[in-house]
């Protein structure tokens, strides 16, 4: 999850730089006898295109802040910030193919015109990123071994009181247990942050996070605590 949110604020960050795009000279006018530096800005579709462009990343990261479902977060902030970057790329393209050719003015684009498009196609590059990454690699904790493969889901077998090892020292000696919880609905798996289907919830009882079954007994073979509190869990 929070890698989504990194993507998001680099995908803002490049927007917000090929905003200030606008800023810089886009073209340089060398008929008029005299040499005039065109900015970006004064294209008014361009100027319009650019900044919402620019903006459409940062409303996804804003968007992915108040959305609740990973999946969300991700379509919302790879799909605003790759809308944005093609329109980003656009904004540049228009103002040289409608303005400066249709119109026959005579120069060259200068520095601003490659940044706006540059920006603009790493924009996109960054919102399609987001929009790749398989959802299921945020699943794996960052402090977790790089396990072969988790164990296939496990089918219900009587459940097998989970190893408890020895506290590294942390949690000083709170203890918990992870039992099911059949009547809960509507929940939503603390580790993977996919809904369980109801009846299939384990609840640990020290902090009442809930957990798929097969997402709790792949955690807790690997660790002896509760991945919310910490709390060892005892059989
Ligand atoms: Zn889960
Ligand atoms: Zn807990």
Known sequence: MARFYKVGSTAAAIGAIHILTLLLGWYVQ????????????????????????????GIGLLLGHVLKRLKSIKYSIG????IGGLMAISSPIYA??????????????????FAA?????????????ALLTPIKEEVVPATQAPAPTPPPAVTPAPAQPPIPRAPSGRARGATTRILP???????????????IPAGEA??????????????????????????????????
């Open 79 to 82: 799909a605003l910030t790759v």
């Open 181 to 195: 919880a059949p009547d809960l609905e509507e929940a939503v798996c603390s580790i993977c942050y996919e809904p």
């Open 202 to 235: 384990m609840r640990c009882m020290n902090c009442d996070a809930v957990f798929h079954r097969g997402c709790i007994e792949a955690w807790l073979s690997l660790n002896g605590t509760c991945p919310i509190c910490k709390a060892v869990v005892v059989s």
């Open 96 to 113: 040289y193919l409608q303005r400066i050719l249709a119109l026959g003015i005579k120069g060259y684009p200068t520095i601003g015109f």
């Open 117 to 129: 498009i540059l920006t603009g196609v790493i924009q996109l590059g960054v919102g399609s990123l």
């Open 30 to 57: 060398t008929d008029a006898g005299s040499i005039t530096e065109l900015a970006g800005y004064v294209f008014p579709e361009s100027l319009m295109l650019s900044l919402i462009g620019g903006l459409m990343a």
